[in-house]
């Protein structure tokens, strides 16, 4: 189990690459704000260099362990940003917006159904046991947060809400990532898990990369001032007040 030379330098900075940010949102108090975010760059942070020790002819077994416990938690931390996403874009007020919510809802249970049916519908050649089931879990979240974040977007857009910075470089990273991880994931799928798999993983490999350079430099920066809400939302949240100011006066009777 040699590891190549451009394995090497991958692996060390996408180890550099995790420390750095994690310092970053620890230092200028992002985690505050993402901290779904925060523990998924620590997360890496810890299982990247424990990994590449593990990557021994003797540690095979407890290599695989780790490898795919690290898999489902990686997944479990992706949908977790996902929704630490949206709660930022559409819960302005601390509350969800009523109608924010149904959309997200239900654009995000047609995207999981339709994650779910090209993961079924595209089948690795040549792969059995474990290495199919690789291929097709990669697949199925890489459909499935690629469908989730333009969901986001459209909602926001749709209501009025407004972005902050932060949150859209988080969306813009994870997005050109995944777009990458898709392409080469159903490569992977439909050449089969030995074939041109090198260069595949090195690409999607030197792309996440390329988001954890982008998110600190994203991160670092402050945000601009905020732009004034728009009069829909301005009117949502005077009736949303007036409300609950009803709703205590009943209670206080």
Known sequence: ?????????????????????????????????????TGYIAFHAVETPLLFFLYTPHSVALYGKVYWSGALIDFAFQLGIVFEVARNVMKPTGTWLRDARKQFLLGGA?????????????????????HRLEVKGNLFAAFLICELFPIISSTAKNLGLGWRNHVLAITQGFGAWIVVSLVTEALRGYFGVWKYSSPLIYAHQ?????????????????????????????????????RAEYDLSKLGN
């Open 110 to 130: 047609g995207g999981l159904l339709l994650a779910a049916a090209l993961t079924w519908w595209l089948t690795p050649p040549d792969t059995h046991g474990l």
């Open 1 to 37: 189990m040699n590891l190549s030379i451009i394995a090497e330098l991958i692996w060390a900075a996408s180890f550099a690459g995790h420390v750095a940010l994690l310092a970053i949102l620890l230092y200028r108090r992002r985690w505050r704000a993402f901290p779904v975010f």
């Open 206 to 242: 030197v792309a996440y990369i390329g988001a954890l350079m982008y998110w600190a430099v994203q991160m670092w920066r402050d945000e601009p001032v905020r732009q004034p809400i728009s009069n829909e939302l301005r009117q949502y949240i005077i009736a949303l007040h007036n």
